[in-house]
Every structure is written in structure tokens, then in C-alpha cells.
């Protein structure tokens, strides 16, 4: 079996709402597919900084790539350490007045008005990757619709080639029409390179088309049990 490219034990992090952010245990693997839910927003904020090292726990473990990130100390480690995360979150800044391949663009040059001629196969690659058709490629960002918005979100996450994906809440601004085909390209994409993935999401359905282990999260223990294990207990079928 692989080694985890992330593992959290024992976690406890307050951010100063009604529970702090419990996780007892949490193992991903290349390949491994997960559904997270009974986190909220500013939750799902805390639980990418923690993975990320941008905070520490203030009880338990947090281990990236092998390495506890409390023994991160020298920031040229920490942004090596980024290098293997993708993050897909709507707070991700999107410029409108740029279009779609100058916003994917963004995350290999500082060169994109006018965009760099060199750097446009890839950043077309990579929004094909992420499931965005080329008719759009040109069309400045803020006249696109929500999931496009979220593919660019998408395809900015892989530029760098990461080993982890995690989505915040990636369909809360979706149009229920849309939540299927992302989450289900989300998923494939993942299980087709070999990542881990970690979709932190209160959608069923976003849940379902992106596969894999479905978990919720107790808050008041940590625990993350199987998603079908907490149905049964309040008799949801």
C-alpha cells in the first residue's frame, strides 16, 4: 500500500465558532476519492490552512507528503511543500475583465495582457483538462457562467502538477444543472492521474458524482463516519 500524502490524527483547531474543527482521523492515499461533509465554509477555510501549514492544530497531528507540518520552519520548505496541493476554492481570485485562458495563465506567468505565446498550449491544456471547451477560452471570465468559473478554479489547481486536490465547497454557486458533470469530472479526473482528492461539501449530489468514500464528520467527537453509516441513524434512505 502507498504512503499517505496526508494524514491527520487527533486534530483540534478553534476557530472561534460553537466547536472547534475536530479530526480524529484522516488518511489519503494516491488514487483515494473522499467526500467530506458536516464542515461549513469558514470550517472547510480552516481544515486547507491546517493541511497546508498555514496554521497549526491546536492539539494533534498534521502530516503532508510525509512531514509534520509543525517541523516545517523555513518558508522556502513551506512553499515546496504548497507546490503538491491544489486547492479549488471560490476564494480564489478571478480577474472578469481577463478571459479564461489569461486567468488559467495566471498561475504559470505574470505575463498574460497580452498573453504570453508561450505559455498558451499549456494553460489551453490544462482548461481542457478541467473540462472547459475552446470556444471559451477567449471569453473574458466574468461573462461566463458559475461552473466555468469553477473549472478555471479547477485547471489553476493543476498547473503545478499537484499530488492532493482539495475543493472547498465547490458547488455551493453552481447551478443545480452543473453540479453533476463537475463533480463527476472532478472525480474522474482525480482517479485518472492519481491523486487524492478531498471534496468538503454539504451537496448530495455533488457528492454522488464525485464517487468514491462518502464520510461525515461528528463535530462534537472528530469522528468520520461512512456517510451511509449516518443516514441509517436518522432514517434517511
Do not use: C
Not at 480552516?46 to 510525509?66: C, K, N
Not at 455551493?172 to 463537475?182: D, K, N, P, T, Y
Amino acid at each position: 500500500m502507498s504512503e499517505p500524502l496526508l494524514e491527520m490524527a487527533g486534530v483540534e483547531k478553534d476557530y472561534h465558532t460553537l466547536r472547534p474543527l475536530r479530526i480524529r482521523d484522516l488518511a489519503v492515499r494516491p488514487g483515494e476519492v473522499f467526500s467530506i461533509s458536516g464542515i461549513d465554509m469558514l470550517g472547510a477555510e480552516t481544515f486547507v490552512h491546517l493541511v497546508t501549514g498555514a496554521t497549526l492544530p491546536d492539539a494533534g497531528d498534521v502530516t503532508l507528503f510525509g512531514r509534520n507540518t509543525r517541523g516545517i520552519t523555513d518558508s522556502e520548505a513551506w512553499l515546496k511543500s504548497l507546490d503538491g496541493v491544489g486547492m479549488i476554492t471560490a476564494r480564489g481570485i478571478l480577474i472578469e475583465a481577463f478571459t479564461v485562458l489569461q486567468n488559467i495563465a495566471l498561475s504559470l506567468t505574470l505575463v498574460v495582457d497580452p498573453l504570453d505565446p508561450r505559455v498558451i498550449p499549456q494553460a489551453g491544456a490544462l482548461a481542457r483538462d478541467a473540462g472547459i471547451a475552446a470556444n471559451l477560452f477567449d471569453l473574458p471570465v466574468g461573462k461566463t457562467a458559475s461552473d466555468i468559473k469553477m473549472r478555471v478554479h479547477l485547471a489553476r489547481a493543476l498547473a503545478l502538477g499537484p499530488k492532493l486536490l482539495i475543493a472547498e465547497h465547490p458547488s455551493a454557486a453552481l447551478s443545480r444543472e452543473s453540479v453533476a458533470g463537475f463533480g463527476g469530472d472532478l472525480g474522474n479526473l482525480a482517479r485518472t492521474r492519481g491523486l487524492g482528492l478531498i471534496a468538503i461539501t454539504a451537496d448530495d449530489s455533488l457528492a454522488k458524482a464525485v464517487g468514491g468514500t462518502r464520510l461525515a464528520l461528528e463535530a462534537a467527537t472528530g469522528e468520520l463516519r461512512p456517510h451511509s453509516r449516518i443516514r441509517r441513524l436518522f432514517g434517511r434512505k
